[in-house]
């Protein structure tokens, strides 16, 4: 079930008020039984994946405090990684890895160890594996103890808004959450909804519009110059970000209206001087998942300037990964781990070059430079993230540099699947989504300011943004609704 599509505009309010009008020792058991409704709304057999995930992860728990030794913990958490792993593996790697394998003996002269296998990914197995492992190492941690109560710590795993996209919930943040007793709020209801109108303008209106001259060009990358090119590479990067943080903004916003608080995931990071700024803004909670369980462990910064670099470009690496099961991913996870290395190691070059010259490195226009800066790589590494396989990467790099007279060719914008109309449309989103990320960056969230407002000006505010979504929204062929880029991971 998507959450721009009618079936959840239904689904929604009767969740949501069957979350408060039930008696409390019922409410989590209905929504649990609401978030398994959700999901099994896409393919209902896969939900007995995430059903073994949760078992797994939630019997680890209860068997880390009996463990007598260290060993003996470290047996159970190691048990419970390669289960939910192993699942991850076979489901979204499998034929990756056999595909590949094959090719390597292909090349040495050797018979091929089988066929290339593929399978319908789970929707959002990325995201509740990763969320049920860091209940599991936090337990064993100490950081919390086992939640006994399979109901609380099912809902946990599968808990609707944030089920198929995140933000990846910590257990820490959600399970008291789950446990506490909840009343209806009027204020934190419309400020949810507030939000999800924000969400929704982000995806109808930004993303899925700048998606109409990224897919023409992607399509055929090879017969588009460097007007074009250049113009899918900035807009993809932007399309991305809006479409991710539009599940997230709509993800936070349902979850607020039903009592509930999720993690923030996206702060602005086009604005951000550098790439480690951009990536503790970009899908904060990957980010610091990817920190506290494999990057501390790792060693982190701890163990001299070398190792930090290995550190990060594993991690890097591992998140490539994470988000297919493909080179361009692992390409552009390796250009993020390349960016960070670089940043690292000319840190005192850099200092060193600004004094020389004289640049006030806290200053306006030095900053404006590094953010722009930090966009264009960070663009150019969301060429691999897009691109279907590395040739057609190439393709498209190579079509940054190629020169065409007429850069929309002979159809002019409608070939690229806009028209001009269209165009100034996305610009204009553009220019306003920057600077609603200015102005939440300099006087924070937005939301309680225009609550503030007097009344008629919220409802002003409220029905503008509701015409934006009718007039200038897009919708799939057949009004059928665009799904989510992140729900392919």
Same mark, same amino acid.
């Given at each position: 079930?998507?959450?721009?599509?009618?079936?959840?505009?239904?689904?929604?309010?009767?969740?949501?008020?069957?979350?408060?009008?039930?008696?409390?020792?019922?409410?989590?058991?209905?929504?649990?039984?609401?978030?398994?409704?959700?999901?099994?709304?896409?393919?209902?057999?896969?939900?007995?994946?995430?059903?073994?995930?949760?078992?797994?992860?939630?019997?680890?728990?209860?068997?880390?405090?009996?463990?007598?030794?260290?060993?003996?913990?470290?047996?159970?958490?190691?048990?419970?990684?390669?289960?939910?792993?192993?699942?991850?593996?076979?489901?979204?790697?499998? +034929?990756?890895?056999?595909?590949?394998?094959?090719?390597?003996?292909?090349?040495?002269?050797?018979?091929?160890?089988?066929?290339?296998?593929?399978?319908?990914?789970?929707?959002?197995?990325?995201?509740?594996?990763?969320?049920?492992?860091?209940?599991?190492?936090?337990?064993?941690?100490?950081?919390?103890?086992?939640?006994?109560?399979?109901?609380?710590?099912?809902?946990?795993?599968?808990?609707?808004?944030?089920?198929?996209?995140?933000?990846?919930?910590?257990?820490?943040?959600?399970?008291?959450?789950?446990?506490?007793?909840?009343?209806?709020?009027?204020?934190?209801?419309?400020?949810?909804?507030?939000?999800?109108?924000?969400?929704?303008?982000?995806?109808?209106?930004?993303?899925?519009?700048?998606?109409?001259?990224?897919?023409?060009?992607?399509?055929?990358?090879?017969?588009?110059?460097?007007?074009?090119? +250049?113009?899918?590479?900035?807009?993809?990067?932007?399309?991305?970000?809006?479409?991710?943080?539009?599940?997230?903004?709509?993800?936070?916003?349902?979850?607020?209206?039903?009592?509930?608080?999720?993690?923030?995931?996206?702060?602005?990071?086009?604005?951000?001087?550098?790439?480690?700024?951009?990536?503790?803004?970009?899908?904060?909670?990957?980010?610091?998942?990817?920190?506290?369980?494999?990057?501390?462990?790792?060693?982190?910064?701890?163990?001299?300037?070398?190792?930090?670099?290995?550190?990060?470009?594993?991690?890097?690496?591992?998140?490539?990964?994470?988000?297919?099961?493909?080179?361009?991913?692992?390409?552009?996870?390796?250009?993020?781990?390349?960016?960070?290395?670089?940043?690292?190691?000319?840190?005192?070059?850099?200092?060193?070059?600004?004094?020389?010259?004289?640049?006030?490195?806290?200053?306006?226009?030095?900053?404006?430079?590094?953010?722009?800066?930090?966009?264009?790589?960070?663009?150019?590494?969301?060429?691999?993230?897009?691109?279907?396989?590395?040739?057609?990467?190439?393709?498209?790099?190579?079509?940054?540099?190629?020169?065409?007279?007429?850069?929309?060719? +002979?159809?002019?914008?409608?070939?690229?699947?806009?028209?001009?109309?269209?165009?100034?449309?996305?610009?204009?989103?553009?220019?306003?989504?920057?600077?609603?990320?200015?102005?939440?960056?300099?006087?924070?969230?937005?939301?309680?300011?225009?609550?503030?407002?007097?009344?008629?000006?919220?409802?002003?505010?409220?029905?503008?943004?509701?015409?934006?979504?009718?007039?200038?929204?897009?919708?799939?062929?057949?009004?059928?609704?665009?799904?989510?880029?992140?729900?392919?991971?």
């Amino acid at each position: 079930m998507l959450f721009n599509s009618l079936k959840f505009v239904l689904f929604f309010p009767l969740a949501a008020a069957g979350s408060f009008l039930l008696p409390h020792r019922l409410r989590n058991l209905f929504l649990l039984a609401a978030s398994y409704f959700f999901y099994m709304c896409w393919n209902p057999k896969y939900a007995l994946l995430m059903l073994f995930s949760t078992l797994v992860t939630w019997g680890a728990g209860l068997l880390l405090p009996r463990a007598k030794t260290l060993r003996g913990k470290k047996g159970v958490v190691a048990a419970c990684l390669a289960a939910n792993l192993g699942v991850l593996a076979v489901f979204k790697y499998g +034929g990756f890895l056999l595909q590949n394998c094959n090719a390597v003996l292909a090349a040495l002269g050797l018979n091929a160890v089988g066929q290339g296998f593929s399978v319908l990914l789970p929707v959002g197995i990325s995201f509740y594996t990763f969320q049920a492992i860091g209940y599991t190492i936090d337990v064993y941690r100490g950081r919390l103890e086992p939640e006994k109560n399979l109901c609380t710590y099912a809902l946990f795993v599968s808990f609707f808004p944030q089920l198929v996209a995140g933000p990846i919930e910590r257990s820490t943040n959600m399970l008291p959450q789950f446990k506490a007793p909840r009343r209806f709020d009027y204020d934190a209801a419309k400020s949810g909804l507030i939000q999800m109108l924000w969400g929704y303008i982000q995806k109808l209106v930004i993303a899925d519009r700048l998606a109409l001259l990224v897919d023409a060009v992607y399509a055929d990358p090879a017969a588009h110059g460097t007007v074009a090119t +250049g113009m899918a590479v900035v807009f993809f990067a932007l399309q991305l970000y809006c479409d991710f943080s539009s599940y997230s903004d709509i993800a936070i916003g349902a979850a607020r209206v039903m009592g509930f608080t999720l993690t923030r995931n996206f702060n602005a990071p086009y604005l951000a001087a550098s790439i480690g700024e951009f990536w503790a803004n970009w899908h904060v909670t990957l980010t610091s998942w990817f920190r506290d369980y494999l990057y501390i462990p790792l060693g982190g910064n701890r163990r001299g300037l070398a190792r930090t670099c290995c550190n990060l470009m594993i991690v890097f690496l591992v998140s490539g990964l994470w988000h297919g099961a493909a080179w361009t991913f692992v390409v552009w996870g390796a250009l993020h781990g390349a960016y960070s290395v670089a940043s690292r190691l000319s840190g005192p070059l850099r200092a060193r070059l600004c004094g020389a010259l004289h640049i006030r490195r806290e200053g306006a226009l030095h900053r404006a430079g590094c953010v722009a800066l930090t966009f264009c790589f960070a663009a150019l590494a969301f060429v691999f993230f897009r691109a279907g396989s590395l040739g057609e990467a190439v393709q498209v790099l190579k079509g940054l540099f190629r020169w065409d007279p007429a850069p929309f060719g +002979g159809a002019g914008y409608e070939g690229l699947g806009l028209d001009a109309a269209d165009l100034a449309v996305g610009w204009l989103a553009i220019l306003a989504l920057f600077a609603t990320d200015v102005l939440r960056k300099k006087h924070g969230p937005l939301t309680p300011r225009l609550m503030a407002l007097p009344l008629a000006a919220q409802w002003a505010v409220l029905l503008a943004g509701i015409a934006l979504i009718v007039v200038f929204g897009m919708y799939g062929a057949g009004y059928q609704e665009v799904p989510f880029i992140y729900f392919q991971f």
